[in-house]
């Protein structure tokens, strides 16, 4: 246990913070989810809008520091170029 009163005040951050921080990543592992299934159902008007939602939840991830820099661009091109791609 954390002697110091800031310790102890990160202690009581970091317990609040996590979930926050899981239910924020699982909201945009499931908008990627989604928007593979729309890929898959060859729906490109549903894909098209799914994916705008996609880039926009990964953006405020890297904002937050819960994703890096270079995931959130890669995961970002790959659904995009899925995205064009379609028939």
């Known amino acids: 246990m ?4 800031s310790a102890k005040k990160d202690i ?3 317990i609040k913070k ?3 921080n899981h239910e924020y990543k699982a909201k ?3 908008s990627i989810k989604k928007c593979e299934k729309a890929i ?3 729906n490109k ?3 098209n809008t799914v994916l705008k939602s996609v880039c926009k939840n990964i953006d405020k991830a890297v904002a937050k ?3 890096s820099k270079n995931t959130a661009s890669r995961q970002k091109s790959r659904l995009s170029q899925k995205v064009k791609n379609m028939k």
């Open 2 to 5: 954390a002697n110091i009163k």
């Open 12 to 14: 009581k951050q970091t």
């Open 18 to 20: 996590t979930p926050k």
């Open 28 to 30: 945009v592992k499931n």
């Open 40 to 42: 898959d159902a060859g």
């Open 45 to 47: 008007e549903n894909a």
């Open 65 to 67: 520091n819960l994703v």
